[in-house]
């Protein structure tokens, strides 16, 4: 039987657009990884100033990339009760069949691997209440904390034992002439009880949505207060006047980041995952001032903004590492100064931790839990907020095997719209196959154990993307 070549043409057309869209099967992954070199030991990976959260084993070591050793707790205001009833086997990280090697978490067995990769992407959809738009996020009203309260995951992690400082922001400044967008546009919000000249107030421009942070001029980093103050004798005190963009400067100019919101609070509630210990506070439950002094510098009992009875010690900012440490060892997770996240949207940046102009019950300002949570503009820089850097342990480069077209070894995008029709993007033409009438393919020459010119792919071995899913963003 003949087939005609302007048949073919459109025959192989249609082959190509599926070889650039075809999946390679999952045994294809799995013998591309079978030659991957082992992951590094996150045992052996230390940094200064910097504690490890991840899943530990029994004996205190940390669990390799071979496993499943993210941490899973949850997450959310402080104040919902609604987290007493999430069963602690919704945290279980045990492996179960022929999935163990994908690191799936034993939540429900008798699931396939693609409906928990399903259920974790997507969560469970609760339309009660109606359609919510994109990136909504219900707040408590006391500490501004998720609700409800619900079980996340995050990948291990180092974060900074302490808030940047004065100290080590002046060093990057120096390195790198960097100018923070507080002296760019000449100005940053101060508390008003703390503004050098009082009689200024009457004509000062505030922040409408919190009218005690006056709008100083020439205040940053380095004049606190606006001029005739300094941060000398502050070096040790978190940076603070600094924005969004700021910190994320300082945090690539040191090979870290920023952390997300989630990593935060994993670090921050230090163990306290599960439904039985999760606690209000960084010591635990009591709401008292005689006890949080130990731990937060936050406002205290004195009518905020002009009273500051100084409980703990301070009035403003403190030297970082001046209060108890949470039981991971790091300083300053609630009170002090709020600590930017990475993430959110430039009009509303996350800030979490709480600072020393909170409270504990939130009769002003925010609640101090660990569920604390605001945002701000991306721009916006103030006297109480500053940041903290993460890093993520090194980790292997992981390959798979993608299916190519012999004719065109680059990867192509293909568009499909709701008929199933496949086209190619404007900017990227497929190779056009020219046809001759007089080209022929006779069915009858072909070898049934070799593959048909029009059913040739060829597979190669590349590196394989990285995804997150997240909701920061």
């Known amino acids: 039987m003949k087939i005609r070549a302007a048949t073919m043409t459109s025959r192989l057309l249609s082959i190509l657009l599926l070889l650039f869209v075809s999946p390679v099967p999952a045994s294809a992954d799995r013998e591309a990884a079978a030659d991957e070199e082992p992951h590094p030991d996150p045992n052996e990976e230390d940094y200064s100033g910097m504690v490890y959260v991840g899943r530990m084993d029994e004996n205190g070591r940390r669990v390799g990339f071979d496993m ?151 205040a940053y980093w380095r004049n606190p207060e606006g001029p005739g103050t300094s941060y000398k004798y502050r070096e040790n005190h978190p940076v603070v006047h600094v924005s969004h963009r700021d910190a994320a400067e300082y945090c690539k100019w040191v090979g870290k980041r920023l952390p997300g919101e989630r990593e935060w609070e994993a670090a921050a509630r230090a163990g306290h995952y599960g439904p039985n210990n999760r606690t209000l506070f960084v010591w635990g439950e009591e709401q008292t001032i005689s ?119 680059g990867s192509q995008l293909v568009l499909e719209d709701a008929d199933g029709n496949r086209q190619f993007p404007q900017y990227k033409q497929p190779p056009q196959l020219i046809g001759d009438e007089d080209d022929e393919f006779d069915e009858e020459d072909y070898d049934p154990t070799k593959p048909r010119p029009d059913e040739r792919r060829g597979k190669k071995k590349v590196v394989k993307p990285r995804t997150l899913t997240s909701d920061e963003l």
């Open 68 to 218: 499943d050793n993210g941490i899973k707790y949850i997450f959310g205001t402080s104040f919902d009760e609604t987290h007493k009833s999430i069963a602690e086997s919704s945290l279980a990280h045990a492996h179960y069949g022929p999935d163990v090697e994908h690191d799936i978490a034993d939540r429900s067995r008798g699931k396939t691997r693609e409906q928990v990769l399903h259920e974790q992407r997507i969560g469970q959809l609760d339309l009660s209440q109606g359609p919510k738009p994109f990136g909504w996020f219900e707040e408590h009203p006391l500490d501004g904390g998720a609700v409800p309260p619900r079980v996340v995951r995050v990948e291990p992690f180092f974060i900074d034992i302490a808030p940047v400082t004065n100290k080590e922001y002046g060093k990057f400044v120096r390195a790198t002439y960097y100018e923070t967008e507080a002296e760019k546009f000449g100005w940053s919000f101060v508390l008003s009880s703390f503004l050098p000249n009082a009689s200024s107030l009457e004509t000062a421009e505030v922040d409408p949505e919190a009218e005690d942070w006056v709008a100083t001029d020439k």
């Open 291 to 409: 006890v949080a002094k130990e731990y937060a510098n936050l406002w205290g009992e004195g009518s905020f903004p002009w009273e500051n009875r100084a409980e703990d010690g301070w009035r403003g900012t403190s030297p970082v590492k001046s209060f108890k440490p949470n039981p991971f060892g790091l300083y300053d997770m609630t009170g002090n100064v709020w600590e930017w996240m990475r993430g959110g949207k430039h009009k509303s940046r996350i800030v979490r931790g709480a600072s020393y102009v909170d409270s504990l019950d939130g009769s002003f300002n925010h609640a101090a839990t660990l569920g604390a949570r605001a945002t701000l503009h991306g721009t916006s820089t103030t006297g109480n907020v500053g940041f903290r850097c993460v890093k993520s342990p090194r980790r292997r480069v992981e390959h798979h095997w993608i299916y190519e077209n012999e004719l065109d070894s």
